[in-house]
């Protein structure tokens, strides 16, 4: 069971930390990934870290902007939101799954899902 926290609402241009937890399954047999939602939209890939923890994936929309990590001592993958833009608003779910370099992108390629937390940026 992934656990994500950390969302709120924060005024654009402003930064957010948001943790997932995720007993066992955080470790490097597994790649972490963030996708959001905004209403009316579907879910879209934010960012991926590598199960070995060497590579990071972004949307174009995030990139320079956001940054994924992964405690594997706390058994936590973070995502680091810098200079938030309205566009930003959305829920965030972390997941969690055997993705490899062609599916990173791909939500189906999770197997495993936090209950998401909503982060709105206020213009």
């Known amino acids: 069971q992934l656990q994500a926290s950390g969302g709120g609402l924060v005024q654009a241009g402003g930064s957010l930390r948001l943790s997932c937890a995720a007993p066992?399954?955080?470790?490097?047999?597994?790649?972490m990934g963030w996708f959001r939602q905004a209403p009316g939209k579907e879910r879209e890939f934010v960012a991926a870290l590598s199960r070995n923890g060497g590579s990071t994936y972004y949307a174009d929309s995030v990139k320079g902007r956001f940054a994924i990590s992964r405690d594997n001592a706390k058994n936590t993958v973070y995502l680091q939101m810098n200079s938030l833009k309205p566009e930003d608003t959305a829920v965030y779910y972390c997941a969690s799954g055997r993705a490899i370099l062609s599916t990173i992108r791909q939500s189906r390629a999770y197997g495993y899902w936090g209950q998401g937390t909503q982060v709105t940026v206020s213009s």
């Open positions: 066992g399954l955080t470790g490097s047999s597994y790649t």
